[in-house]
């Protein structure tokens, strides 16, 4: 009986460039294996079996050269301006049917900048085609005396421009999904042969990936110890040297997060966590935890067991009474937070909700952060001078 959720196998597919120039025969050198050939096309195909094949060029170039050959041609301009790139890229984008496909490109023959053309399409295609994959960018270095051009996968290319996009989801939005997927896909790679330190750390952003996401605040704290234990082990950056050379780039701001969330008392960690959640682009859970760092804070002024349910509901009912009549400053904060929180909670759902300025309310958020960070610290440091007398 057919299933709809059975992997299929990916396609293969070939695709090519040509240029105008004198191609001489020239010995090719691809996995360990030699060819004579005019074309690096001709060694590709035969130690890889495309099941299709797309050659790319301009009227100028060599098409004779491919005569017998069970291609599909595609025919673009030079690329000598900004609009024929953009024309390059439509031609290409439109007379290439992929779907569920490993892609081989072969630029030995490219011609002007059309090389990094393709590295920037590549990311385009992945990102358009998500059952698509770049397993090959391959280059033919000519060795003009002897002959010889030894063919080389440049696609490390592709996984540094991907190191660098998930370093940017981390700096932008303490994002760290995009890192996770670089190392399950080299665990993939590399199979029984990944090692163990480095499945550890996957397991562990993986975590702190989900923990974040869904703002489960309480256990932040213990994942925070374990990253920044792993992270104390040099034989998980002795293997990352060898085997995912990313995380040695990632080290210093592993560290710095580790450190920012396991700190004592746990209030001030709440509001390091409301803190980081806001200037990583999430305001609402920010400001949704900064009003439990609120009930945190005093729960452990009062000695109460500040993970007890009930315990944290009586001490949010008492808060909440006290902002019919605001008596302190605790009672006051506490009211501005409250009433941004439940506007946030309810998606500003009001008539005048049309007026709102998304920018002006952020700001209120950082700005509620800072009052409460002054208050809390102030405080904290008046009791503690209190306790020293």
Known sequence: MYQDNIKKPKKLTLISF????????????????????????NPIIETFHPESIYVIGTKESKWNLLEGLNYQKIEIPSGRNENELWQIFSS?????????????????????????????????????KKQTEIRNIFYGFLDKQTKESRIVDLAPLLEMLDVIDSLNSLEKYGDLKDFSRLLERKENILRNQFPKSLREIKKVLDRLTDITEMTYIPQLSAIAENLDSLLQDDILFQEAGQHFKPLL???GRLQALATRFKIKPEWKAQLEIAKWYNENRHPSQALLVLRETIITYVCQKKNLDFYDNSTRERIENELNESRKEPRNELCKLWDKIAQKRNETAHALMRRNAHDINPERARNKIQALIKEAEDFLLKFSREMANENND
């Open 18 to 41: 040509i240029g105008s120039g004198d191609y001489e025969e020239v010995n090719y050198l691809i996995d360990g294996k030699q060819f004579k050939a005019r074309l690096s096309i």
């Open 92 to 128: 290409i984008a439109e007379g290439i049917m992929i779907e569920n496909t490993e892609i081989i490109f072969d630029i030995t023959h490219c011609f002007r900048s059309i090389p990094f053309f393709v590295v920037l399409f590549s990311k385009f295609l992945c990102f358009i």
């Open 249 to 251: 780039f990632l080290k």
